[in-house]
């Protein structure tokens, strides 16, 4: 499921304790990031036992469960099939016996967590850190929670107490107690309605967090600048037909838009970045995120990686692959790895313009409007004239801490200027 992953979401079980299956049948689906993915048995037998539930987050190596071969495989037992095998030591050969787990490892640490680590020695049960684990809040976060338990201990009610009142301290900082200045989150209490309660999937609830913390991390300064889209349109719609008749792909304005912006990330490389504390890192690859609405709503950013190496046939045939298995929720865990500058076609949706939330740890992302026809003022040999032209808004929010206007704008310029100067004679 990828070397950098650590742990797993189980979302269900699909074979049930006791049944049978086939090798090659689907026991579970585990989900990983933002992609889901369908664990295959590894041999034919029986679930004998379950060892995690719907909705557990599993480290990387964990049991997950015991089953037992059938009596013909016996003899030859299959490598057993782990999260990440890099990631699990080799161990001595054992005697193959009648049960087969899902990884080598043999021990459950129940009360381990990456939850981090506090200068005071502070206890948490194992309960505590699952609760915690499941409503992705941080150790530092915590250890803010008002306890009331026994000699200050957190209790299960204190940690959902705090989740009903709208975690008042999800990106609260140290601080220290004598400091007057220090910025203290207020006590407030929100009539919250009543109406249908609709609990957030797992993906909406990363989406939640990771919007808040991009917002609480980058101080978000919006340019916008206006393309007249004309040739683009005019060559596409002129082109389609026959790019698909020779290339077997759908040519759509997107492939256009990735191929433009990447020309511009390669002008200007430092808007290609991410921050590191106090140091910037400017990033060698251009990949290209592309933000993309999942069938469920939810939205995800797969990626064209080194898009600026890359001739148009091979990027739309990218976007078209990647489009594709989004719509069908196939995205695998490298499709949506690695991107350094995102763009949001908003546009998609009929809206004008957009002021799109950082995908971070990047340090910019670009927005695409409607492209709508609309009267305009050109210049012609015989002086201004109106004419009917296609026209598009950009608009580009980029990290101020380290992008500042000058870079931001001249940017956002540039990729307007590419569309704007699109060869219209341009070879299929």
Do not use: C
């Not at 640490?109 to 809040?137: C, D, M, R, T, V």
């Not at 999937?201 to 808040?212: G, L, S």
């Not at 989004?326 to 695998?332: C, H, I, M, P, V």
């Not at 546009?347 to 695409?368: D, H, K, R």
């Amino acid at each position: 499921m990828g070397e950098s992953i650590t742990e797993g979401t189980i979302i269900n079980w699909l074979v049930a304790e006791g049944d049978v299956f086939d090798d090659g049948d689907i026991i579970l689906e585990v989900a990983t990031d933002k992609v889901d993915n369908e664990v295959p048995a590894p041999a034919s037998g029986t679930l004998i036992k379950t060892l995690f539930q719907a909705k557990d987050v599993v480290p990387v190596g964990e049991v997950i469960a015991i089953l037992e071969i059938s009596e013909e495989v016996k003899s030859s037992v299959k490598k057993p099939v782990i999260l990440n095998e890099k990631s699990i030591p080799k161990k001595k050969a054992q005697k193959p016996n009648s049960r087969l787990n899902l990884s080598q490892k043999e021990e459950v640490n129940s009360i381990s967590s990456p939850l981090g680590k506090s200068e005071e020695a502070l206890f948490f049960s194992p309960l505590i850190i699952k609760i915690a684990k499941e409503h992705h809040i941080s150790f530092e976060e915590l250890a803010r929670i008002p306890a009331t338990g026994h000699e200050g201990r957190l209790r299960k009610s204190d940690v959902f107490q705090y989740i009903e009142e709208g975690r008042p301290f999800k990106f609260a900082q140290p601080v220290a107690e004598k400091d007057p200045t220090a910025y203290r989150i207020p006590q407030l209490q929100f009539d919250k309605g009543n109406g249908k309660v609709i609990e957030m999937d797992r993906m909406r609830q990363m989406i939640a967090d990771h919007m808040v913390y991009s917002k609480h991390t980058s101080p978000h300064v919006t340019a916008y600048v206006e393309a007249d889209m004309t040739n683009m349109v005019n060559w596409r719609n002129a082109n389609k037909v026959a790019f698909q008749e020779k290339h077997g792909e759908r040519l759509t304005f997107t492939p256009l838009f990735v191929e433009a912006v990447a020309k511009a990330v390669k002008d200007f490389p430092n808007i290609n970045a991410s921050v590191d504390g106090n140091n910037i890192i400017v990033k060698e690859d251009i990949n290209i995120g592309m933000a993309t609405a999942l069938p469920s709503g939810n939205l995800i950013v797969p990626v064209v990686k080194n898009a600026d190496t890359k001739d148009l046939k091979t990027i739309v045939a990218n976007v078209n692959e990647l489009a594709n298995k989004a719509r069908e929720n196939k995205l695998a865990g490298d499709d949506i790895k690695g991107s350094t500058f995102t763009i949001s076609n908003v546009g998609t949706f009929g809206s004008v313009m957009g002021t799109p939330i950082i995908n971070q740890p990047e340090v910019a992302i670009l927005a695409l409007g409607i492209i709508k026809k609309r009267p305009e003022v050109i210049e012609t040999e015989n002086g201004d004239e109106i004419a009917i032209r296609s026209m598009m808004y950009l608009s580009l929010s980029f990290d101020h801490r380290v992008v500042d206007g000058f870079l931001g704008g001249s940017f956002v310029r540039r990729v307007a200027d590419y569309f704007e100067q699109f060869d219209v004679n341009r070879i299929i």
